[in-house]
């Protein structure tokens, strides 16, 4: 058994200010290239803090493309196709919401089903796409 303790890794949190403002900084470089100087003053950053962003982005898998002689960041993919690979932040949803939204019928749904059903039932393994346990429960809530 370790006697190392248990640390969270830097930089892999996600809250809503962050999501934010990794939301912003897409929309503006899916938009044009973007000198540095102009990325902080619109965004109100400090420029480690763009650099974090920028690297954040890129281990996510977003190819933020810096030209050197525009001097300026850009990503050559439309936003709407970053959007369905970027992460967003935890909603805080109660087990009653997150099981009536896992009733839909989308795969975001269907993926918040198998979520859902993973941490009630305390399992690792992936469960079978069928009628969820808890959509009874949920429909017979008042």
Do not use: C
Request: net charge positive; aromatic share 6%.
């Amino acid at each position: 058994m370790s006697t190392q303790p248990v640390t969270r890794s830097r930089g892999r949190s996600l809250t809503l200010a962050r999501s934010a403002r990794l939301h912003r900084l897409v929309t503006l470089l899916t938009q044009a290239y973007h000198p540095r100087a102009e990325l902080l003053a619109t965004l109100g950053l400090g420029p480690r803090t763009l650099y974090r962003e920028i690297a954040w982005l890129r281990r996510a898998g977003v190819a933020v493309r810096f030209d050197s002689d525009q001097r300026a960041y850009r990503i050559n993919k439309p936003l709407d196709q970053i959007e369905r690979t970027l992460r967003f932040p935890d909603p805080q949803l109660t087990f009653a919401e997150a099981a009536e939204l896992a009733r839909g019928g989308s795969p975001a749904a269907r993926r918040l089903a198998e979520l859902y059903e993973r941490t009630v039932s305390g399992s690792d393994e992936p469960v079978a796409a069928t009628r969820p346990a808890y959509a009874d429960a949920v429909t017979s809530a008042p």
